[in-house]
């Protein structure tokens, strides 16, 4: 699974993104976002996601983008409008994102 993810806004305005695959992470790590992501898939298809709810201000945007291999799902969403159940995996992106950066440089 190829799982990117991307957090931008805030009140510095800093991007932070990370492109993770579980095929060449270690088997803890891949589980554990493995199943974060199937506990939170539910909650994504089913939840109308609005990228930027009207009057937020400095306020995290994220974007994430999940591929099985079979299908491609891209979801956008702020801290304001993010599900409870989905907050756990949004956090664990964030802290995953920077020891996977996709930018090489980073």
Same mark, same amino acid.
């Given at each position: 699974?190829?799982? #990117? ?5 805030g ?9 993770? !695959? ?11 976002? /493995? ?6 898939a539910? #909650? ?16 995290? /945007?994220? @974007? ?8 491609? /799902? =891209? ?8 599900? !409870?159940?989905? @907050? ?14 996709? !930018?090489? =440089?980073?």
């Amino acid at each position: 699974m190829r799982v #990117y993810f991307e957090r931008t806004g805030g009140l510095m305005g800093m991007r932070l993104s990370g492109a993770m !695959d579980t095929a060449t992470m270690p088997q803890k790590e891949a589980i554990e976002l /493995q199943h974060l992501i199937m506990t939170a898939a539910n #909650y994504l298809e089913k939840r109308d996601l609005e990228a930027e709810p009207p009057g937020s201000v400095d306020t995290f /945007q994220y @974007r994430l983008v999940v591929d099985d291999g079979k299908k491609r /799902q =891209e979801y956008e969403m702020t801290e304001e409008t993010a599900p !409870d159940e989905i @907050r756990p995996l949004l956090r664990h992106l964030t802290i995953l994102a920077r020891s996977y950066p996709d !930018d090489p =440089e980073a």
